[in-house]
């Protein structure tokens, strides 16, 4: 490991001048840069400290060796560990994966995934390395000739409300059609699901940071009952708001 714990070598010792070994070293110290790579069995050998930040982690040693499956529910472990598998299998990288993940705080948040096959220096593949970032960070990047960015913000704003996909298309200046076609090019997914995703997230935090009764809250998310907010909660998550409630997506220490 580095003296500042951001990087750690691959299992396999190689040459100091392996080209690999340099630039995995140069992404572990970017600044903000969330790098991780993992082998076969979806286990982190290296990353970056931005990464052992967003599990919560104080260093590189507490994170080494564990799996998706320690940090996330088995609905998104499970949805993360095939994309890795697919890369792996498939030798083609995955690239601008958008996808709801957890932040430092554990709270949900969008981010954009990009996945690559890891090779050893006989050509083998031996894991997947990649890196994520926070889609309130990028999405500029995604958005800045879109026209379809004026409907995002109206749904980040006003996820509480009613929100009808031709009034989200009009205010594009799209028809729905088009407007349901770029979306789903940018974001790869449907706007009802964006909108769905969008008001688990608000859920995720009141949670955490209120007592507020899981049926009032359900309501101020835009969800028409506790039912509603429930189903999606679940199936996003693969737990109740209650379970989020109670901790049980702590990272295990």
Known sequence: MQANGAIRKPMKAASPYDPTLQFMSLLGHLPGVCFFAKDRAGNIISASAAMVRRYGLRSLDELTGRSDRDFFPHHIAKGIMDDDQMVMTTGKPILGRVEVLFDENRILDWY??????????????????????????????????????????????????????????????????????????????????????????????????????????????????????????????????????????????
Do not use: W
């Open 112 to 253: 954009t995934t990009n996945k690559f096959p890891l090779y050893a220096l006989d050509g083998s593949v031996v894991g997947v390395m990649g890196t994520t970032h926070s889609l309130g960070e990028k999405r500029g990047t995604f958005l800045a000739n879109a026209r379809i960015s004026k409907a995002v913000e109206r749904i980040q704003t006003g996820y509480a409300e009613r929100l009808a996909i031709g009034g989200l298309a009009a205010l594009s200046g799209l028809s729905e059609r088009q407007f349901r076609r770029q979306f789903q090019e940018v974001f790869e997914m449907s706007p009802q699901e964006f909108i769905h995703k969008t008001r688990v997230q608000a859920g995720c935090k009141l949670l955490k940071q209120s007592d507020a009764p899981i049926s009032s809250i359900a309501t101020d998310c835009g969800f028409c009952d506790q039912s509603s907010f429930t189903h999606y909660f679940r199936r996003y998550l693969g737990i109740t708001p209650l379970q989020f409630r109670k901790g049980l997506l702590a990272p295990a220490m």
